[in-house]
């Protein structure tokens, strides 16, 4: 699993790197999230927004 998310999120950083023209420095060097969190249906990183909330 741990390669998994090291290899996919490479490729996700690569794709937001081109998306946005940002600098590499504004991303994390490795995946922030355990691989826990990332398959729990219910985690949510950062603060949940408005259109969350009015859903629920």
């Given at each position: ?23 590499r ?26 259109l969350l909330?009015?859903?629920?």
């Amino acid at each position: 699993m741990p390669e998994a998310i090291s290899k996919s999120y490479l490729r996700a950083l690569q794709l937001a790197l081109e998306e946005t023209k940002l600098p590499r420095k504004t991303f994390p060097k490795t995946c922030p999230y355990a691989p826990e969190q990332i398959l729990d249906s219910q985690f949510y990183p950062g603060e949940p927004s408005r259109l969350l909330e009015e859903e629920g």
